[in-house]
């Protein structure tokens, strides 16, 4: 990250942050930061918007497809505990009925897909927001608490390559942000 | 253009009550779903509080003598080796399946009456499931040697019986309980953020901090955050309509008559929904005038919840009646002999008043007075409750006690320990939802602010 700093900048800085008092404010901005050429930004809301996704260009979410390979593995592995056990560890002849009985093994094969599936989607979707992440620069404005109550921000990294300290704070301060500031790395 | 006026005599057709009371933005409404968590300790709290946890004291004791003696202390014998506790297990899963079906099944449907009462609703169903699960754990006779019940490689070279219907249920009660966990837990990260970034006092702010991971609602985060919890709502609709049909495989796959029925399933479904439904009502009437949460859980909430009531009771008596006709329709004996044991046999009070709690009185609902009337509507529930705590204690009991043979006939009734063990999982109960209550918010902050801020659809209109 620290290579794309031009030297003019401040090693210290994360990069400058808006806020805004409107969800359209912020969609608006996001989508012209981008049209500016920005590409390392991020947008914070205190409840999902899917205007930003948009806004952002975000790629695909991956959750979808770790939630599926989690139902496979779980599937897969739920019918082969219950065929390994009954046929081939530890078969048991009740009545004369095939050790493979596959009738009675679709309810645990059932439970263990939904179950590998919600635990890969859950651990799936901490880490691809790479979190747990107890710092982060942008923590350090006192404001951004109200990011998870009644605001919108919309921070552009000082690692991005289009960033200049000044044209970028002008070009925030055009957006009709409520306040600009510079976070602190 | 005085022909599209309506005329003035004629009476509007009376819309919908709000889903939320006019006049909040994500800012107050998010100050309002927090208040409870904030302020400071309310004295009724720590009187009922502290009652219910003397009675998890007594639960506590009782189940010291249980594990000291045996479960010979309870009323259990042969024929009827399963009394209260499988009763107790059954109505407690039964109860959590409310929580998954408004927080996965009505998200799907798009209900937004829904937002206000998911969290609440999970909370219940975590709950419930752990005072369901202990009763099958308790039944063993040596509930330290529960683990074997798990597939797992041993010194014995045992491998559980994966064809049994018990061994079903251990997958799905303690699926269910992981991914309801997960469910909640998923649902409560952005709210978390919001009391770390509110609360002032130090070590809640730590605790809080901790669990919300570090969340700061970026629109990575709620990009991936958004697809998981749909694709999570997904997985859990299923999942609830299964729990409780493989809870009544445990029944519909032996040959006892009053068990072995086709009907089971969907019945015992509908039941868990009903039940759960009841329970929500009876915890959520109180909360909500002590708390000042009128605003938020308004009288829509309390309409559509009393039809889903009405509606999974209906689908219960149609159950019941199915039960009767079949008996009667197989011209088998011993399915009629258990319809008239049940009638006029010696539990026929249980089941008189079965049907007066579950099918009669609930009728009631399909008045809208009694519908937007909170002190009616928990009479209602706490009949629900009742009535189908005696719909397993009908069916686990009255079939057990007279089967084919009647030299083999016994009475059957709970002991003081069955029942200490029983009210003591309500005090357990009942202490962790004082607890949720008070130190998580009870209503989710982020579906809030998102429905504040957009608006309802229906006001929309």
């Given at each position: 990250m620290s290579a794309t700093h031009t030297p003019s900048q401040d090693p210290g800085s994360y990069g400058l942050i808006a806020e805004f008092a409107a969800e359209a404010d912020v969609v608006a901005a996001a989508r012209a930061a981008r049209q500016a050429g920005y590409s390392r930004l991020d947008a914070y809301s205190p409840y999902p918007v899917e205007d930003l996704t948009e806004a952002l260009e975000l790629?695909?979410?991956k959750v979808p497809l770790i939630v599926l390979i989690g139902g496979i593995l779980g599937g897969l592995g739920g019918f082969m505990l219950q065929y390994w056990s009954s046929v081939i560890r530890y078969p048991m002849n009740i009545g004369g009925r095939p050790f493979n009985s596959w009738p009675a093994f679709i309810v645990v094969t059932f439970e263990s897909t939904i179950l590998l599936a919600a635990i890969f989607g859950v651990v799936g979707m901490i880490l691809l927001n790479r979190l747990p992440q107890p710092y982060h620069p942008v923590f350090n404005w006192e404001r951004f608490a109200h990011a998870s109550r009644d605001r919108f921000f919309l921070c552009i990294e000082a690692?991005?390559?289009?960033?200049d300290r000044r044209a970028t704070e002008d070009f925030l301060r055009s957006l009709n942000p409520s306040e600009v500031t510079e976070v602190e790395n | 253009m005085t022909t599209l006026d309506p005329p003035a005599s004629r009476p509007v057709k009376p819309q919908h009550p709000p889903v939320v009371a006019s006049g909040y933005t994500p800012a107050t409404v998010t100050d309002q779903v927090n208040k409870v968590v904030f302020g400071s300790t309310p004295k009724w709290w720590l009187v009922g509080f502290g009652i219910s946890f003397a009675v998890v004291m007594m639960f506590l004791f009782a189940v010291t003598y249980l594990f000291a003696k045996g479960v010979g202390i309870w009323g259990l014998n042969i024929p009827v080796a399963w009394g209260f506790a499988i009763v107790n297990f059954v109505w407690w899963i039964g109860i959590g399946h409310a929580g998954t079906l408004i927080s996965a099944i009505l998200l799907l449907f798009r209900q937004e009456w829904r937002t206000s009462i998911n969290r609440f609703a999970e909370a219940m169903t975590l709950f419930a499931v752990a005072c369901a699960g202990m009763f099958p754990v308790f039944h063993l006779?040596?509930?330290?040697?529960?683990?074997?019940l798990l597939p797992y490689p041993n010194t014995m070279t045992l491998w559980p019986q994966f064809r049994s219907p018990l061994i079903w249920d251990v997958f799905a009660v303690s699926t269910y309980a992981t991914v309801s966990l997960l469910f909640w837990y998923v649902g409560l990260i952005p709210d978390l953020a919001t009391l770390r970034d509110r609360v002032k006092n130090v070590w809640a702010r730590r605790a809080a901090g901790l669990f919300a991971l570090?969340?700061?609602?970026?629109a990575r985060h709620w990009q991936n955050y958004e697809t998981l919890y749909l694709l999570l709502a997904g997985l859990a609709t299923p999942l609830v309509l299964s729990v409780h049909t493989v809870v009544s495989f445990d029944f519909a796959i032996s040959i006892l008559p009053g068990w072995h029925t086709t009907v089971f399933p969907p019945y015992f479904v509908a039941g868990a929904i009903y039940s759960g439904f009841a329970m929500v009502l009876t915890l959520v009437l109180p909360l909500r005038s002590l708390f000042g949460l009128k605003d938020l859980i308004t009288e829509r909430h309390l309409q559509a919840m009393s039809k889903v009531m009405l509606a999974t009771g209906l689908i219960v008596a149609y159950g019941y009646v199915i039960e009767l006709f079949i008996a009667w329709y197989s011209g088998n004996e011993f399915e009629m002999f258990m319809v008239h044991n049940r009638m006029h046999g010696p539990y026929q009070f249980q089941y008189a008043m079965l049907w007066l709690c579950n099918?009669?009185?609930?009728?009631?609902?399909?008045?809208r007075k009694v519908r937007s009337s909170p002190v009616l509507l928990w009479i209602v529930a706490m009949f629900i409750n009742v009535g189908m705590w005696l719909e397993r204690y009908v069916i686990v009991v009255i079939s057990l006690s007279r089967d084919?043979?009647?030299?083999s006939w016994d009475y059957y009734s709970g002991t003081i320990w069955d029942w200490a063990i029983f009210v003591g999982t309500l005090g357990f109960f009942v202490s962790l939802i004082f607890l949720f209550v008070r130190f998580v918010p009870m209503i989710s902050g982020f579906e809030m602010r998102h429905l504040v801020a957009h608006g309802s659809k229906e006001t929309k209109s």
């Open positions: 790629p695909r979410s690692a991005d390559p289009t960033y | 006779g040596r509930p330290w040697l529960f683990y074997w570090g969340w700061r609602g970026s099918i009669f009185v609930p009728q009631v609902l399909w008045l084919f043979l009647p030299s």
